[in-house]
């Protein structure tokens, strides 16, 4: 375990005149209220924060977020309070601790709304200090690094797959590459073992040779550099393994043909000797023709700056070379870090502030989600780094995320613009609403008076403010059907059962209690979710008049003592919470299988359809008809339907190897179908029966060591 000795002494070599007894008395005070408690790895608790604090230290953050370092499970894991922490350390360090802390009172939720729920704290909390996002990225990854002593499978997928998708991407935007390739690499060895282990026996298979290609490189670059007069530092790492396999799979790649394993890294003084090195290295070895990218002249959102350039190297294959200045090499490791400038008042400069705006944008359009899959959806959306920059007509910049259209293009402009809008026209030509806008365009958005929004524009727009509105407005529209469709059902069911709905209505004492009995806020909202399916017009009679039980006869009894109460079936693969007995389909766009990760939608009339979270008919779908369903683990095995595809380049014996491995696996296989093109290359379709996700991937696994295979992929 690391020593407070040592990070104090990491405190002194880059703020000499630190606060040290600040970060003293946050450790004493850790010790103390973590005294007893141990880690899962069987080290004293507070093993953890002292690594936390040791990585915030490396990043040479200010003493406040170090002291925040060693204090911030205080809160959540011991007796401590947020007040304690203010009294004693001061209200800096307690605001980021606090913003650190998940919140306790959501235990009773579903583990979706406490992962949004806690989200939304964090990101409301960064926005306001980014230090505190700082904090928990550096936590996150000691939890990652220490995953392996959790006995659960399943928790280690969880908490891998969480931090894919939220944690990665804010290293990302913030420029912490460091951090944010090693949560990916451990993320990837988690999610997909097998292919993290093929490439790791890959990379390991031939590494004394490639490192006698990096020396080999190395000496060439600092001889040719040295010759003007320019000292130079040059470095040659491995690309990291997520990287690598994204590569193979993006671009149908066998390990040996992805040509960037190695890059290599020219560190330099001035941004001028850069632009003159670049020179050097054409001159030395041929570029490539579009596989240069200046990053010093046009850097980053997130304000990483590096010329890239890639090359036919000494053994004459493509070699990839990045040249940058000291100060661009620290800011390409620790991203916003290396532009610390916090002032007396706590605020970070302007600049910096300025630079990542990106997060208030986030706190602005997540406010009013309340639906807990919709907010992890749109932060999502969010944080995804690609963007283009298009102009008005008057010439002002707009920035979008990449494949952004006209509609999202409207909706930046104004709510009424996006919702009026009916055409577009980019660089003075007209084009359809779904048209993908690019870097530089000039955007004109055409509206009618009086036109309202399409539902069909869920399925192709990018930003969460048009997703937004046109939810809003769809949502407005099938209230005002619900709440008319869910009367009428209302006036009816009570016909039946003898019983007026208009004397029920004006009686408020009953309305009062009725709305209160489903857990709703107004009588609007309880007849819109009758309307909607949430609620029948039969359990609504049942909460205002309940039914007696009819005396039991002999007779009766005994039927019940020999015949017994009727049962749930056993072999119901889905539980709808809250709900017994109701229609399931299963959504043939996306075919689920157990271990997908699912969402049930009431259909009117249909029971509930369960889809894939991430199937695009899902996403579509109004949040409001979503209901909590879960597979039902406690069933004999069944089999599933999915549709896969294998891509490959042909040879005698290819499909008999394909299918001898599914069979080996234990799936049917219930269609086939191969395409093979000009190119010799073959799409190889198969439709099979599966019982669990687990077995999907082991074929996967199964097929792609099959030489020739170039991927394999689940398709829609």
């Known amino acids: 375990m690391i020593r407070i000795n040592d990070i104090i002494d990491k405190i002194l070599d880059y703020q000499p005149d630190s606060n040290i007894d600040l970060v003293e008395r946050a450790y004493v005070f ?82 979706e709304v406490r992962k949004a729920e806690n989200l939304r704290k964090m990101i409301l909390a960064m926005a306001d200090d980014i230090r ?20 659960k499978e399943s928790k280690k997928v969880a908490i891998s797959q969480e931090t894919y998708d939220i944690y990665v991407p804010i290293a990302s935007r913030l420029g912490l590459y460091k951090i944010k390739k090693e949560l990916e690499d451990i993320s990837f060895m988690y999610l997909q073992p097998e292919d993290y282990q093929d490439i790791q026996i890959l990379v390991d298979k031939d590494s004394d040779e490639r490192e006698k290609f990096i020396e080999t490189v190395k000496k060439s670059i600092l001889e040719k550099v040295e010759k003007v007069g320019i000292k130079c530092e040059v470095v040659g790492r491995y690309k990291h393994f997520k990287s690598i396999h994204d590569k193979m799979i993006e671009q149908s790649l066998e390990f040996e043909d ?6 290599f890294r020219i560190i330099l003084e001035t941004e001028a000797q850069c632009y003159e090195v670049l020179g050097l290295v054409h001159s030395l070895w041929n570029p490539i023709p579009k596989k240069f990218k200046d990053y010093i002249g046009c850097p980053k959102p997130n304000m990483y700056q590096s010329l890239h350039t890639t090359v036919i190297g000494p053994s004459g294959e493509r070699v990839e070379i990045q040249i940058r200045t000291q100060k661009m090499d620290r800011v390409a490791k620790s991203g916003i870090a290396a532009h610390w400038a916090y002032k007396e008042n ?86 359809t609403l779904k048209t993908e806008l690019k870097n530089g365009d000039t955007v004109e958005a055409i ?48 016909r039946k059962s003898s019983m007026n709905f208009n004397s029920f209505l004006k009686n408020p004492e009953e309305v009062d209690r009725a709305i209160a009995s489903f857990g709703l806020k107004t009588l609007d909202e309880l007849i819109i979710n009758v309307g909607y399916g949430k609620v029948t017009p039969r359990q609504l009679i049942g909460r205002i008049a309940p039914k007696t039980s009819p005396k039991r006869t002999t007779s009766s009894r005994l039927i019940s003592k020999f015949i017994g109460r009727k049962k749930k079936k056993p072999n119901e693969a889905i539980l709808v919470k809250g709900l017994d007995d109701i229609l399931i389909r299963f959504g043939k766009c996306c075919q689920p299988v157990p271990g997908d990760e699912i969402v049930g939608y009431i259909t009117q009339g249909h029971g509930v359809t369960i889809h894939r979270k991430n199937c695009k008919h899902s996403l579509e779908i109004n949040p409001d008809r979503h209901i909590d369903v879960s597979w039902n ?46 190119m010799n290359t073959v799409d190889s379709y198969f439709t099979l029966s599966v019982e669990s996700i687990e077995q999907l991937s082991k074929i996967f696994s199964s097929i792609k060591k099959i030489k020739n295979v170039k991927s394999v992929k689940r398709i829609d």
């Open 346 to 431: 706590g605020h970070y400069s302007e600049k910096t502030g300025s630079s990542f705006a990106w997060i208030q944008n986030i706190v602005e359009n997540q406010l009013n989600r309340a639906n807990p899959g919709e907010f992890l959806e749109n932060v999502k959306i969010d944080l995804f780094p690609d963007e283009v920059r298009v102009f008005t007509p008057t010439g002002e910049i707009k920035t979008l995320p990449k494949g952004a259209t006209p509609v999202d293009f409207a909706y930046i402009i104004h709510t009424e613009v996006g919702n009026q809008c009916t055409g577009a026209k980019v660089n003075g030509r007209m084009v």
């Open 258 to 263: 992805v040509y960037d394993i190695i890059a």
């Open 132 to 151: 505190v996002i700082m904090v928990k990225l550096v936590d996150r990854l000691h939890n990652m690094r220490t995953l392996k002593y959790h006995r």
């Open 633 to 678: 683990l406690n069933i004999e095995e069944n089999m599933y339907p999915v549709k896969i595809v294998i891509k490959s380049v042909d040879k005698v014996g290819l499909f008999a190897e394909i299918t001898s491995r599914i069979s080996k696996i234990g799936a049917n296989i219930l269609n086939a179908n191969m395409e093979v093109s000009e």
């Open 447 to 494: 509206t009618t008076k009086g036109h309202t929004p399409s539902k069909d524009w869920l399925g192709f727009v990018k930003t969460v403010k048009a997703r937004s509105k046109i939810r809003s407005w769809v949502k407005s529209l099938e209230n005002e059907r619900s709440l008319t469709l869910g009367r009428e059902l209302c006036e009816k069911a009570f």
């Open 30 to 111: 850790s010790a103390k209220v973590h005294d007893g408690q141990m880690r899962l790895s069987g080290e004293p608790y507070l093993s953890h924060p002292m690594e936390v604090a040791g990585m915030l230290a490396d990043l040479k953050l200010d003493v406040e977020s170090i002291a925040a370092g060693l204090l911030h499970d205080v809160i959540e894991d011991t007796h401590a309070t947020d007040e304690e922490i203010t009294e004693i350390f001061g209200e800096g360090v307690c605001n980021i601790v606090k913003g650190v802390t998940k919140l306790t009172e959501l235990d009773a939720y579903s583990t």
